[in-house]
């Protein structure tokens, strides 16, 4: 598996690639645990650069791994067979806006947050949006199937692909998918590629759905004594046929971190709520924040705020917006690591699994916070301890195990939106050995020589820990 | 490929299959133009029955072509090589309703409205509906993809299903998807398998989301002028960011044909346009009625109708629902034919091909009804003419391929709804060459021996007159 670099240079350029250390040390890891050299970075501006790469990588069995931002938290773009990291982030012109057909074509690194804001100018929004917005590009959202915030209301990436041209593992360019809502034309291979975290084709261009912006938004915040009666009332809200815009629970962790980190001075309660109604028509949005303020109130919810305002909005948010980052800042001495990070149980289930994992963490000596899309069953947690010392490491192990135990035993799925990678990937292979089978003839079928994004997923190692170097400087 | 009787008696018991020739022949053709006749007709009621006859057909090679309600109009259905006609009408309970966890688990065979009426006493539904959902089943409805006339707001089929289990080629049966209302676990197999036309796999049960009924609706009908008119205001509706619920078009042959058969007594103007809003307020509802009937104003639009209560609903909309059955009373010695009887083309596009559509109809003797959900830019048709006549059917091919061509031409899909199947397989192989061998590859991957619903879609034959007989006497 020799590269080429001059062929790579006379492909892209030369100040498009590199096989400088310092440069192949920044692209060994993303937000997960995981580290591994890649051998070169490439950086490719147009489809038929990527085409070309990949051709030539396919002939020479070469691994291609495509990146985004690099935010992803389950090792999706850690290069653990060496060869190309394929940085997406320079495709990234808004191609199209074209409200007249209630679409968006887009190159894969288009960032979220930039997408909004020039879709912001016609009255419209593209709404999955993870917390990471900030950064996340569209690419790696579809190859996650992020969903965010608003997923409780208006879906996942899944929900908005309807269009997308991909570069096969043999280079060659296909058009799925369509410019309309909807279409009965042959396989849904655009929905087929939302999720496969790049081990199926590379998304060069993807065309979306956008909608209209509500023209009123009301955010609210609730206080609750325990997590059990904040879960039950997220259950409690969505039962009852409330429509939230978004439904958010953070724990006590959480609330203890960001106050650290930010001063915010939120109460140290069990558990906190935000939820929000969006709509054109005041009296609606009223209407479900009554109702949903109610079930609030039936569960014990108190100190509840609300506002229309989009300042004082921003402000009630200010605290789950930056909880990830706050965390590492709950406790002196621990580090904040992205392992069981992400997973969704159906919406009876979220009391449970919320309490389910305090008092596993508790029994293995790490702390766990605790927040999520909760509306949508999505719910997230970190898992923090001292990684400088490898019996945290076999405590986290344990911690996996028995976490996705029980959210496999109660009907949930090992991710919701931040993917397998290869973190997630024995919890979740042994859960769902049914279909591995199906995924493998699928991937053999369309990448018979295993080059793209190799060893995640369904082909990842089955022990996370020794699956790639740890980005931890583990003593003791 | 000698079926052995025994064999398929001995798996399914004597009452659940039939091999007698009136029985043969009325599975032999759906709502399609084609005719086929199949050797056996099996009828199980368990998952395990299903598995055993698909591992007896892969182990022989024998055709298996999975069949619902026969609605179906490109031919999905007819076992154009012959084999096992699987009917999975017997599999019709409804598993479980879980309104905490907002899903419902179904047989395949469950009838759409059926489903409804259980939903309802919920207080919920589940949106995705075609016209023909007195007799349309969930198993059929995945297969096409459906959408219906509340796709505009609702969305397809594919954005309400949640997991299935699916009996695969070599008999195995895997369970696909989550109870969850997102997820990122593992390729989104279950969106693959929606809209496969019974080619990847059969779907033995499904989980599909549902979503709690609006305390309001209210629908109105519009008259216009002349198609274009009604046409533009359906996109500057959608293009206006209005929420409607449903965006019906119908055109004068339309209206013609349901007032002869119904005796309605609509006025015969150019086009009627039906919108609907729903929601839990009804200030929120009045508001997107009032901006869509100024749409329409401001289009020329009269003789506005407008009515929350559900019988004077019912009424407006008794036209469009009886619309496909009226068709063929629009003229004495003509047959309405299922051919190019769907379409979906951009928002903005729908004003253009409505009026291209009646001009090849006029050009080429036939005559052709335009209707249908434009809102979501879905375009039905009907192919009206002497079904006695070679030249008719000659004048068919043409109209098919000069229409296809256009709706291609402006970014459009060979279908919105219905499928592929054999009618409109020439069209959209020639427009889509590029995605074919992805699809055969992932085709070949799940069904090496090609025994599920072959020779559709994709491997369908490139004249769909010659596909089949065609189910018409055609004299001269």
Same mark, same amino acid.
Request: hydrophobic share 40%; net charge neutral.
């Given at each position: 598996m020799?590269i ?20 192949l040390?920044v692209y060994s890891s993303d937000?997960s645990?995981h580290q591994a050299m890649p051998a070169v970075i490439v950086k490719p ?5 990527v085409?070309?790469i990949v051709?030539?990588a396919?002939?020479?069995?070469i691994p291609v791994t495509p990146r985004g931002?690099g935010?992803g938290?389950s090792g999706h773009t850690v290069p653990i067979d060496g060869g190309i990291v394929l940085d997406l982030k ?18 894969p ?30 690419g790696g959202?579809?190859a ?23 570069v096969?593992a ?26 496969s975290e790049g081990t199926l084709g590379i998304v ?139 997973? =969704? /149980?159906?919406?009876? %289930? @979220?009391?449970?699994?919320?309490? *389910? ?8 000596? &790490? +702390? ?8 949508? =069953? /999505?719910?997230?947690? %970190? @898992?923090?301890?001292?990684?400088? *010392? ?8 344990? &911690? +996996? ?18 993917g397998?990678g290869l ?24 990448d018979?020589?295993n080059i793209l994004n190799p060893h995640k997923l369904?082909d990842a ?7 790639t ?8």
């Amino acid at each position: 598996m020799k590269i080429d670099i001059k062929k790579i240079e006379e492909i892209v350029g030369e100040n498009n690639y590199s096989d400088n250390i310092a440069d192949l040390y920044v692209y060994s890891s993303d937000a997960s645990v995981h580290q591994a050299m890649p051998a070169v970075i490439v950086k490719p501006k147009t489809i038929e650069e990527v085409q070309k790469i990949v051709c030539y990588a396919n002939k020479k069995k070469i691994p291609v791994t495509p990146r985004g931002a690099g935010s992803g938290t389950s090792g999706h773009t850690v290069p653990i067979d060496g060869g190309i990291v394929l940085d997406l982030k320079q495709m990234n012109r808004i191609l199209e806006i074209r409200p007249e057909d209630m679409l968006v074509r887009v190159e894969p690194g288009v960032v979220d947050d930039d997408l909004n804001r020039a879709l912001n100018q016609y009255g419209l929004f593209y709404p999955p949006a993870p917390a990471s917005s900030r950064i996340a590009t569209i690419g790696g959202e579809i190859a996650a199937n992020a969903s965010g915030v608003r997923s409780v209301k208006y879906g996942a990436t899944r929900d908005y692909v309807l269009g997308m041209k991909v570069v096969l593992a043999d280079g060659s360019l296909v058009n799925l998918g369509s410019n309309t809502r909807v279409h009965s034309a042959g396989y849904q291979l655009e929905r087929l590629i939302v999720g496969s975290e790049g081990t199926l084709g590379i998304v060069v261009e993807a065309t979306m759905r956008i909608t209209p912006l509500p023209k009123f938004r009301c955010l609210a915040v609730a206080n609750f004594n325990s997590l059990k009666d904040a879960g039950n009332t997220i259950s409690d809200i969505i039962t009852s046929g409330s429509q939230p815009s978004m439904l958010e629970l953070m724990d006590k962790v959480g609330i203890i971190a960001v106050n650290k980190a930010m001063n915010l001075g939120l109460p140290e309660v069990g558990a906190i709520i935000l939820f929000e109604a969006d709509g054109n028509v005041k009296e609606a949005v009223d209407y479900e924040m009554k109702k949903m303020k109610g079930i609030c109130e039936k569960h014990g919810g108190s100190g509840i705020e609300m506002s229309y305002d989009a300042a004082e909005r921003k402000r009630l948010f200010s605290g789950r917006k930056k909880l990830f980052a706050a965390l590492s800042r709950y406790k002196e001495g621990i580090i904040c690591t992205d392992l069981a990070d992400d997973m =969704g /149980v159906p919406n009876s %289930k @979220i009391a449970q699994t919320a309490e *389910k994992i305090h008092e596993i963490a508790e029994r293995n000596n &790490v +702390i766990m916070a605790v927040y999520g899309h909760c509306g949508s =069953g /999505v719910i997230h947690t %970190k @898992i923090m301890f001292d990684t400088t *010392k490898k019996s945290q490491w076999k405590d986290a192990e344990r &911690v +996996i195990e028995e976490l996705y135990d029980y959210v496999h035993s109660v009907g949930g799925v090992t991710s919701a939106e931040h993917g397998i990678g290869l973190s997630k990937a024995p919890a979740w292979k042994k859960a769902r050995s049914d279909i591995l089978p199906m995924m493998k003839a699928i991937k053999k079928a369309l990448d018979p020589n295993n080059i793209l994004n190799p060893h995640k997923l369904m082909d990842a190692p089955d022990d996370w820990v020794k699956a790639t170097n740890l980005r931890y400087n583990v003593r003791s």
